[in-house]
């Protein structure tokens, strides 16, 4: 069965501005986005590397219970956000909830770098800052609609 077109005529005044028609509109979303990913990134590896800076550290957080509590809370506000539309959507709730998943991705990663030794996690910081630096550098610089 043929699903029914739909064109930008027919859909309501609210659907039509979420087109995102225009490209400056698309470039400017497209750079907050990444600019977010870069500060979330940033804070998450700045956590991941305070177990290598203080070997004490290292040694609480693979001893104590507490960061699986942490995760326990990542999977809870995760749910939340995947469940109810409505958090996503309203503005200080989003990024209320995005500042809590982060802090707790830091500390799940925190914990899981601690029981492997530096090179391992600095190989995969390298490979994760590379592969998001040329998917930036794609989305800033290619001009090409891929959506």
């Not at 870069?38 to 700045?46: A, E, P």
């Not at 040694?59 to 104590?64: E, I, L, M, Y």
């Not at 592969?131 to 001009?143: E, G, H, Q």
């Amino acid at each position: 069965m043929e699903q029914p077109q739909v064109t930008p005529v027919d859909m309501p005044h609210s659907i039509k501005n979420m087109l995102f028609s225009e490209q400056s509109i698309r470039s400017r979303f497209v750079t907050k986005v990444f600019i977010l990913v870069t500060v979330v990134l940033g804070i998450v590896s700045f956590m991941c590397a305070v177990p290598f800076i203080f070997p004490a550290f290292m040694v609480w957080t693979q001893k104590n219970i507490a960061f699986l509590f942490v995760a326990i809370i990542y999977f809870v506000v995760a749910s939340v956000l995947l469940c109810c539309s409505s958090v996503c959507r309203s503005y200080p709730l989003n990024l209320i909830a995005l500042g809590i998943i982060t802090l707790a991705t830091g500390y799940m990663v925190m914990a899981t770098a601690s029981t492997f030794n530096a090179p391992t996690v600095l190989l995969a910081l390298c490979m994760t800052t590379c592969s998001s630096t040329a998917i930036i550098v794609f989305a800033v610089f290619v001009k090409k609609n891929l959506t």
